[in-house]
């Protein structure tokens, strides 16, 4: 009987351990500051959701106890508050702007410094921006470029100018205080040096020949009051400079210089204008003009090939040839539309450029992934070069899908007079084909055509004709979804109906007796290998008629595009 009893008493105390475990915890807050998130410190405690929560890891300031999920990896909860937690001020936040790229100024500048202060509270009560020099760390002489004071606002503004008369280190600080003596500051340490030596040349990019150039130099150095060394080279290495005019801003141990430095060149070609300082290499500086003359080669520019079929992807290059511009053309692409952008290069391209002294500049470039798509039209590619001059050449994009348009004309048997004979079409490489016409004499059999195999855009025709003896002419015409219309016509001889003869091989200089018969190949992959294909061109004879290969094919003659009936044998 005692078992019974066990089982059921079990229930019970589970529920009570429930009860007991789900008890609510007590904790006095009232000397607990109120968390604010970026503010914390591992083992003081804050409370947050009318919880305390002690923090366990000092990032625990950018997490929210009690709201954030991943709060539970650097807080511990301590119990609910009790009573309310007592207010605490934030402090002010700032910010420091010096607007520049490194922290290295030039000494003899004057430079702007920026910054910003604010509060959460409103009681923002001073402000300042400062330049302290640093003497190892130690922050001395404080020059104040902007401050002010308020009885409590929420933001404040500093900006203001700093002449930096001296070299050594520094220290920019912004630095604020709000009414409950709390503060903050944010610094940029940087350094005053001497401002690195400069040249900057300016002259004309092309003059003609026989025309005088002025170069304009304007230099500094920091600790050389000497006048660089100014040369105006021809295209053959010599100095062709005449007469040098200067005057300087600064003396001492530097110097600011404009030096203006005269030429008249006699050769035409690329010069260069060379400026240095003795034992000083890393200094030099070096551009280059060009002479034209007027009576040289005119420039050329070309492009090959200048047909092209609708969204074919092949080889495309161009090439020019200019007397006096050394950089390669920018290429400008207009399309029949009238549209127009720069010409993108894809796929493998390559391209090269050279020059001589009076010679002129070749330029090449070549891609072997080119496509202009599937419009059809005139494209107008204009090479426009530095010196102004345009040059055009001229592309058309043609009817046909990757290459030429292709046609076949067909009879599955010989054509007898009084007889009925179907006449097979086949089409392939036209851009989007919809439908065939078949003509005997100029008299339409109709339309037909498969629906078409996008690979290589290939259609299939068959047409029926009672054939009649005597000369005829059959026609194919295929159409696309462009209206485009392409032709191909084949000459037929009907023999009347009782005679006999060789068939219309004759008439086609054609000798069976040196035509191979299917399956007996007439070509092979290798010098050496099995005869496995016909190739372009190859005659083959099959169920008593005549085929030529159009490309290299294995396919039975006369099945499919890559046979063109020739004749039939008697």
């Keep these: 009987m005692k078992n019974p009893i066990l089982r059921v008493a079990l229930p019970v105390m589970s529920l009570c351990l429930i009860f007991l475990s789900t008890a609510v915890r007590a904790y006095d807050c009232s000397s607990v500051p109120a968390f604010v998130y970026g503010q914390g410190t591992a083992g003081q405690v804050y409370q947050n959701v009318d919880k305390a929560f002690e923090c366990q890891q000092d990032w625990c300031a950018w997490s929210r106890p009690g709201e954030d999920s991943w709060a539970e990896y650097s807080w511990e909860e301590l119990g609910d508050c009790e009573s309310e937690p007592e207010p605490v001020s934030s402090p002010p936040r700032v910010i420091v702007s010096y607007l520049y790229d490194s922290n290295e100024i030039y000494v003899n500048n004057t430079y702007s410094f920026a910054g910003a202060a604010s509060d959460t509270d409103g009681d923002l009560v001073s402000w300042a921006l400062v330049v302290y020099e640093s003497n190892d760390g130690e922050l001395e002489s404080p020059e104040i470029i902007d401050s002010g004071t308020s009885t409590g606002t929420g933001r404040a503004q500093l900006a203001g100018e700093w002449p930096a008369e001296n070299k050594g280190v520094y220290v920019l600080v912004v630095e604020a205080t709000d009414s409950q003596g709390n503060s903050s500051a944010r610094q940029w340490d940087f350094t005053v040096t001497d401002t690195p030596a400069s040249v900057d040349i300016s002259h004309p990019d092309f003059i003609v020949l026989g025309e005088q150039i002025t170069v304009t130099v304007e230099t500094y150095h920091p600790s050389n009051s000497s006048l660089p060394t100014i040369e105006i080279r021809d295209p053959e290495g010599s100095n062709i400079s005449t007469s040098t005019s200067s005057s300087s801003s600064s003396g001492g141990p530097s110097a600011s210089w404009t030096l203006n430095v005269l030429a008249t060149p006699e050769i035409p070609g690329k010069y260069v204008v060379a400026v240095a300082w003795p034992n000083e290499p890393d200094l030099d500086k070096y551009t280059n003009f060009v002479v034209t003359d007027p009576d040289s080669d005119p420039p050329t520019f070309s492009i090959s090939p200048n047909t092209w079929y609708q969204s074919y992807i092949g080889d495309f290059s161009y090439s020019s040839w200019h007397p006096a511009v050394v950089n390669a053309p920018q290429l400008v692409l207009t399309r029949p539309d009238g549209s127009s952008s720069d010409l993108n290069w894809y796929g493998s391209t390559s391209a090269s450029g050279s020059g001589g002294n009076g010679v002129g500049y070749d330029h090449f470039r070549h891609s072997s992934e080119f496509s202009f798509g599937p419009t059809m039209g005139e494209y107008v590619i204009a090479a426009n070069y530095a010196n102004g001059d345009t040059l055009e050449a001229t592309l058309e994009v043609v ?147 005549v085929y030529s290969a159009q490309w290299h094919t294995t396919t039975e003659p006369g099945s499919d595009s890559s046979w063109e009936y020739v004749c039939a044998l008697e």
């Excluded at 004499?441 to 037909?448: A, C, N, Q, Y």
């Excluded at 000369?471 to 084949?490: L, P, S, Y």
């Excluded at 003869?501 to 069976?512: F, H, I």
Aim: some cysteine; aromatic content about 10%.
């Design 399 to 545: 009817s046909g899908y990757l290459s030429e348009p292709r046609i076949t004309i067909s009879n599955n048997s010989d054509f007898v007079d009084g007889e009925t004979t179907e006449i097979a079409t086949y089409i392939s490489k036209i851009y989007q084909p919809e439908t065939v016409e078949v003509l005997v004499d100029g008299e339409s059999l109709g339309f037909d055509g498969t629906i078409p195999i996008n690979s290589n855009y290939r259609i299939e025709a068959t047409h029926s004709w009672l054939a009649e003896a005597g000369a005829h002419t059959i026609t194919a015409r295929a159409f696309n979804d462009r209206g485009d219309v392409f032709e191909k016509t084949r000459e037929i001889e009907v023999e009347e109906s009782g005679t006999t003869g060789t068939g219309d091989c004759d008439a086609e200089g054609v000798n069976p007796d040196t035509v191979n018969e299917y399956p007996n190949w007439t070509s092979r992959d290798w010098s050496g290998g099995p005869y496995n294909h016909a190739s372009a061109g190859d005659l083959m004879i099959f169920e008593s008629a």
